[in-house]
């Protein structure tokens, strides 16, 4: 399965693929120090440091894939909310991608708040474009007066290529990441593949984290510590447990508990300890301010951000039993963001943090994947002569 990758970043969306047999024929990024990232964990050849605005769509030719994310600024809940006023905002270029290339399938990822209620109109404006790519046959003054030209006239793809579109908003946790990350997928499947796609299901919970930690006990056994006693908890908290027994009986939750911070950096020296790991290095000065007290070790981590005006130090921090807090290292967040441990983040801590704070989980990117590879290679194509459904309602669910 041949892909592109457009909006590259530090490549966990890429790796994760690659990782379920997709081969990247390209990487379009605009960004000098991602794009050094690329060239140390991919091959170098393929890596292009340039704006997705000036690349050539036509030198590629039988991709099966179009992945990317898109930047993330102007709907992030920390930036200005400019949306496609943002000039930031690459969602067209993306589209411009699946329209010439015409892939068998794309998976986009972006930040929760596209789904803001601001940007209703807009983000359904993108997932109809995205739905019907070859419907274009005007210029328009702006993206309001195409968007209703689209539901109006989308009865014409019924004779032409279209893609049933899937958006849905992840929990990371969910799937083995080891933080709580919150992201938008946009995941496109042609109509001639004849199959419907959703999202694979869930593998971890919540549920199953608490049961193991003030149910059974098994978590702190598998780490040699003392259950905690349940009186310094939040009165939410514990009658969620209770709830838990009172449902679940003898019983425990099916699937397998959330990754903790302390599961994930199990065996991980303290970087002020000696050890071997290159980009392990203590940083100095962690200071705790309301909103941003750090991610306590049995518990997955909060969501690693690359901020919208600078890396937010404050939130990529480590908070422990006695209330002191430090900095998270670079090789710790690459742990918590499933990269393998010998993936070569460039540039400075704060580079680094940036460019794993935009990425995708390795382990998310590759679950996701895997679902795609196993319809798109098993897949004798037949273009498809059923017209898609008028309602353009898509659901996020």
Not at 243 to 271: C, M, S, Y
Request: with cysteine.
């Amino acid at each position: 399965m041949r892909t592109l990758e457009l909006f590259s970043g530090a490549g966990g969306l890429a790796r994760g693929l690659e990782n379920c047999g997709f081969e990247h024929l390209a990487f379009v990024e605009l960004n000098k120090d991602a794009c050094a990232t690329l060239r140390q964990n991919f091959n170098k050849s393929k890596v292009h440091n340039i704006d997705v605005k000036d690349f050539d769509f036509s030198r590629l030719k039988n991709i099966d894939l179009v992945a990317g994310g898109p930047p993330c600024q102007p709907f992030s809940l920390g930036g200005k909310h400019l949306a496609n006023d943002d000039c930031r905002d690459m969602f067209p270029y993306a589209i411009t991608g699946i329209q010439e290339l015409k892939p068998k399938g794309f998976i986009f990822e972006n930040v929760k708040g596209l789904l803001r209620q601001s940007f209703s109109e807009y983000f359904e404006y993108i997932l109809t474009k995205l739905r019907f790519p070859e419907l274009v046959e005007h210029t328009f003054s702006d993206w309001r007066s195409e968007y209703a030209y689209l539901k109006k006239n989308s009865f014409k793809a019924s004779k032409n290529m279209y893609y049933y579109v899937t958006p849905k908003l992840v929990n990371a946790a969910n799937y083995g990441v080891p933080q709580m990350r919150e992201r938008v997928f946009i995941v496109g499947l042609r109509n001639d593949q004849q199959q419907s796609w959703q999202f694979p299901a869930a593998t971890h919970s919540q549920d199953r984290l608490l049961w193991d930690q003030y149910v059974s006990g098994e978590y702190w056994d598998k780490h040699n510590l003392a259950q905690p006693k349940l009186t310094g908890m939040n009165e939410g908290m514990r009658r969620k447990i209770e709830k838990l027994k009172e449902n679940f009986k003898l019983f425990p939750p099916q699937g397998k508990p959330w990754i903790t911070v302390r599961d994930a950096l199990k065996g991980v020296p303290e970087p002020q300890l000696s050890h071997d790991l290159r980009d392990h290095v203590f940083r100095d000065g962690a200071k705790c301010y309301p909103g941003h007290t750090g991610s306590i070790l049995d518990w997955p981590a909060k969501t690693i951000k690359a901020g919208a005006h600078g890396v937010p130090g404050g939130e990529n921090m480590l908070r422990f039993a006695d209330e002191s807090v430090r900095y998270l290292t670079v090789y710790e967040a690459k742990v918590l963001q499933t990269f393998p441990p010998d993936f070569d983040i460039t540039g400075s801590w704060g580079e680094a943090m940036r460019q794993i704070g935009n990425a995708v989980p390795v382990q998310l990117a590759e679950t996701i994947g895997m679902s795609m590879q196993e319809i798109l290679s098993n897949k004798v194509c037949k273009l498809d002569a059923a017209r898609p459904s008028d309602d353009l309602v898509l659901y996020r669910g």
